[in-house]
């Protein structure tokens, strides 16, 4: 894949903490000139962009980010207020002590009860590989096909570790044909972005890419 193809399934990404409407504001810019997939920004963020963008670029946002422990109903009305205020696609993070205490049925609840704020929009679920046993991977592939999420992602970029070659093999293995695949999190290069993409990552999140194009 080249680098343009890669930049357009990019979702070019800036959630530091201390990031300013400036620096979104030229995330925003470079999205149109590389025609990304999205931008992936703070929801307090998403009504000046959507404002600002006007319908010329998809807005994503995150949402119980980036532990994932807020209750669900915390998780539910994130996911209301961002869309509201104009995010096309969300991503949230899975509670991963829930995971470790084997209470899927929970996990799948309250996945079924964001996609179900979100409607049509994008649902993204953050697994936060690095923290995970394959064993767990597996089993959030099954609870993510069953809930009627559109993606698994592999993680914030927040913890210990990202996207790797590794999960997105096991991913593509496990994860029903209607689930896409989001690689996130040190993706550092267009060759990682090339060899996730190569292996089943129709999604990217990373701001590198665009930054290696100048």
Not at 5 to 23: N, R, V, Y
Not at 72 to 95: H, L, W, Y
Request: charged content about 25%; proline content about 3%; some cysteine.
């Amino acid at each position: 894949m080249d680098k343009e193809s890669l930049l357009h399934i990019t979702d070019h990404t800036l959630l530091k903490p201390d990031a300013t409407w400036a620096q979104i504001q030229t995330l925003c810019d470079e999205g149109l000139r590389f025609r990304t997939a999205s931008v992936c920004i703070p929801p307090n963020y998403v009504a000046k962009a959507a404002s600002y963008l006007q319908g010329r670029l998809p807005i994503c946002t995150v949402i119980g980010f980036p532990c994932g422990y807020q209750t669900t109903s915390v998780k539910v009305f994130e996911t209301r207020d961002a869309i509201q205020n104009g995010a096309d696609e969300i991503d949230m993070v899975i509670p991963v002590g829930w995971l470790r205490d084997r209470r899927f049925d929970e996990i799948f609840a309250e996945i079924r009860a964001i996609k179900a704020t979100c409607g049509e929009k994008i649902l993204k679920v953050i697994v936060e590989t690095c923290l995970l046993t394959d064993e767990e991977k597996i089993k959030m592939c099954q609870i993510v096909s069953e809930s009627g999420a559109d993606f698994i992602k592999t993680s914030t970029g927040f913890s210990t570790g990202g996207a790797t070659a590794a999960d997105i093999r096991l991913f593509a293995a496990h994860i029903a044909p209607s689930v896409k695949i989001k690689a996130a999190g040190g993706i550092a290069s267009f060759d990682d972005a090339a060899q996730l993409a190569a292996l089943g990552a129709s999604r990217l999140g990373t701001s590198r890419l665009v930054k290696l194009m100048g």
